[in-house]
């Protein structure tokens, strides 16, 4: 069962049970970051087992709505570590004295909790993505400036040292004048269908039912939104393998370190063909080559399918993006750079070249000998103590998911071969109104955005 499965069918918290020892924690208190951690579900139980291993680190409180969950992560380590445990994000906040907090929800609770941690002043470790519409992200960096909090968004390649090398190789010119990036042609999100049957359940009247529904449609409880939840429209973008907002948060995060656009997007957005409900891939018998960077997650793909389409979009620069590629081609979770001199494909902490001296230098980093989360939650840590930005900064992190939310907009909006026009600056279509409509959403009563 590949990791996208397991959190979607989670329940409490046995991965922690793999954990037997933790790192002592030898930072005086005087200089401990404390911590407490929001949704305690697979992703989450990553974080923790990371955050053990950094020492300034101290974990003082978790919360979560659903109370298995709570009481399983109690039993594990909490009462042993003296974990203070909630069953509401604002009772912990409000309560608990916290430098920071690791935000791991659903997606479509992420920037309400987000939100209400940094008005506290609160340092916020979002997990991706950061945000569920572009009024959202707009709204939570703006939030965060006001503040003055550091943000850390969960795309973590961007404290990988091999992927940032690869990237600054890029931005530097080490292949020329870059004419166009290629990456995976992502599966979007389903649409709930409103005939569904609902079986009678105690949870529908119960408040963490409505607490876990947070800005969106109230539904009766059906075990499907409530596992299943990353799949559908109304809580995420496609949070998939292979999905726009699963794999594609660090695949277009990765495009946008490596042509330097982390303060801006593309200028033009194109649906190449009619949306279709497809296999993530072809899986077609063929030789796959040992250049090919995305091989170890072709298997991870199988069985995925959904709405699919090919979006191209362009950046002011004259750069074109292409989003084409299936899940058992490519880099799935990266890209490829084609400059005039050749290209260099970037994926989590592995690339490839053409020609392969571009990537012989004496300076190349190993790859990472230590949890993929571990130097990015370090990083975080760091920021805290020197209120510098994070690696994941919350305006590139809301600029790459502008990236997800567009492809997801053109697919919905039907439009093929139609230029839709995008002011990055604004960060509105300037000649389709109908796309403006769906930069945000209406939120239900009770969980809107702090004023």
């Given at each position: 069962?590949?990791?996208?499965?397991?959190?979607?069918?989670?329940?409490?918290?046995?991965?922690?049970?793999?954990?037997?020892?933790?790192?002592?924690?030898?930072?005086?208190?005087?200089?401990?970051?404390?911590?407490?951690v929001?949704?305690?579900?697979?992703?989450?139980?990553?974080?923790?087992?990371?955050?053990?291993?950094?020492?300034?680190?101290?974990?003082?409180?978790?919360?979560?709505?659903?109370?298995?969950?709570?009481?399983?992560?109690?039993?594990?380590?909490?009462?042993?570590?003296?974990?203070?445990?909630?069953?509401?994000?604002?009772?912990?906040?409000?309560?608990?004295?916290?430098?920071?907090?690791?935000?791991?929800?659903?997606?479509?609770?992420?920037?309400?909790?987000?939100?209400?941690?940094?008005?506290?002043?609160?340092?916020?470790?979002?997990?991706?993505?950061?945000?569920?519409?572009?009024?959202?992200?707009?709204?939570?960096?703006?939030?965060a400036?006001?503040?003055?909090?550091?943000?850390?968004?969960?795309?973590?390649?961007?404290?990988?040292?091999?992927?940032?090398?690869?990237?600054?190789?890029?931005?530097?010119?080490?292949?020329?004048?870059?004419?166009?990036?290629?990456?995976a042609?992502?599966?979007?999100?389903?649409?709930?269908?409103?005939?569904?049957?609902?079986p009678?359940?105690?949870?529908?009247?119960?408040?963490?039912?409505?607490?876990?529904?947070?800005?969106?449609?109230?539904?009766?409880?059906h075990?499907d939104?409530?596992?299943?939840?990353?799949?559908?429209?109304?809580?995420?973008?496609?949070?998939?393998?292979?999905?726009?907002?699963?794999?594609?948060?660090?695949?277009?995060?990765?495009?946008?370190?490596?042509?330097?656009?982390?303060?801006?997007?593309?200028?033009?957005?194109?649906?190449?063909?009619?949306?279709?409900?497809?296999?993530?891939?072809?899986?077609?018998?063929?030789?796959?080559?040992?250049?090919?960077?995305?091989?170890?997650?072709?298997?991870?793909?199988?069985?995925?399918?959904?709405?699919?389409?090919?979006?191209?979009?362009?950046?002011?620069?004259?750069?074109?993006?292409?989003?084409?590629?299936?899940?058992?081609?490519?880099p799935?979770?990266?890209?490829?750079?084609?400059?005039?001199?050749?290209?260099?494909?970037?994926?989590?902490?592995?690339v490839?070249?053409?020609?392969?001296?571009?990537?012989?230098?004496?300076?190349?980093?190993?790859?990472?000998?230590?949890?993929?989360?571990?130097?990015?939650?370090?990083?975080?840590?760091?920021?805290?103590?020197?209120?510098?930005?994070?690696?994941?900064?919350?305006?590139?992190?809301?600029?790459?998911?502008?990236?997800?939310?567009?492809?997801?907009?053109?697919?919905?909006?039907?439009?093929?071969?139609?230029?839709?026009?995008?002011d990055?600056?604004?960060?509105?279509?300037?000649?389709?109104?109908?796309?403006?409509?769906?930069?945000?959403?209406?939120?239900?009563?009770?969980?809107?955005?702090?004023?």
């Amino acid at each position: 069962m590949h990791r996208r499965t397991f959190i979607k069918s989670i329940l409490v918290f046995p991965l922690i049970l793999t954990s037997s020892k933790t790192k002592a924690n030898s930072v005086p208190p005087s200089e401990q970051i404390l911590i407490g951690v929001i949704g305690l579900g697979g992703r989450a139980q990553e974080l923790v087992k990371t955050s053990f291993q950094i020492p300034e680190i101290r974990i003082t409180a978790i919360c979560d709505c659903f109370k298995p969950r709570v009481d399983s992560a109690m039993k594990v380590f909490g009462e042993e570590k003296g974990w203070k445990p909630y069953f509401h994000p604002i009772e912990m906040l409000d309560k608990e004295k916290l430098d920071g907090v690791i935000v791991a929800t659903t997606t479509h609770a992420r920037a309400w909790i987000s939100a209400h941690a940094i008005i506290r002043n609160i340092d916020v470790y979002m997990e991706k993505p950061m945000a569920l519409t572009v009024e959202e992200g707009r709204y939570l960096v703006n939030l965060a400036r006001k503040y003055k909090r550091v943000v850390q968004v969960g795309t973590q390649q961007r404290s990988i040292p091999l992927n940032n090398w690869a990237s600054d190789l890029v931005k530097n010119g080490a292949i020329g004048k870059v004419k166009k990036v290629v990456s995976a042609n992502f599966v979007g999100p389903l649409k709930w269908d409103e005939t569904t049957q609902y079986p009678e359940s105690p949870y529908t009247n119960q408040e963490w039912w409505d607490l876990w529904t947070n800005q969106a449609v109230f539904r009766p409880y059906h075990e499907d939104l409530h596992r299943g939840w990353a799949k559908w429209w109304d809580y995420d973008g496609g949070g998939v393998s292979f999905g726009v907002t699963g794999w594609g948060a660090h695949a277009y995060d990765q495009i946008q370190r490596g042509l330097g656009t982390d303060n801006t997007g593309p200028v033009e957005i194109v649906l190449e063909e009619p949306v279709q409900n497809l296999p993530a891939g072809r899986f077609e018998p063929r030789e796959i080559s040992p250049d090919e960077t995305g091989a170890p997650y072709y298997p991870m793909t199988k069985g995925i399918q959904g709405p699919r389409a090919k979006v191209r979009m362009k950046y002011e620069s004259g750069v074109e993006l292409e989003l084409h590629y299936d899940s058992d081609n490519g880099p799935g979770l990266g890209c490829i750079f084609v400059g005039e001199n050749g290209s260099i494909e970037i994926n989590r902490d592995a690339v490839s070249s053409k020609p392969k001296d571009i990537l012989q230098r004496p300076d190349r980093p190993e790859t990472l000998s230590v949890p993929e989360s571990l130097p990015h939650i370090k990083n975080w840590v760091d920021c805290i103590k020197s209120r510098k930005p994070c690696s994941a900064d919350i305006e590139a992190g809301h600029r790459s998911n502008t990236l997800c939310i567009l492809v997801n907009i053109v697919r919905e909006l039907g439009r093929v071969g139609e230029t839709l026009k995008w002011d990055p600056n604004s960060e509105k279509f300037t000649n389709c109104n109908d796309g403006n409509l769906v930069l945000s959403r209406p939120r239900r009563k009770g969980y809107e955005l702090p004023s």
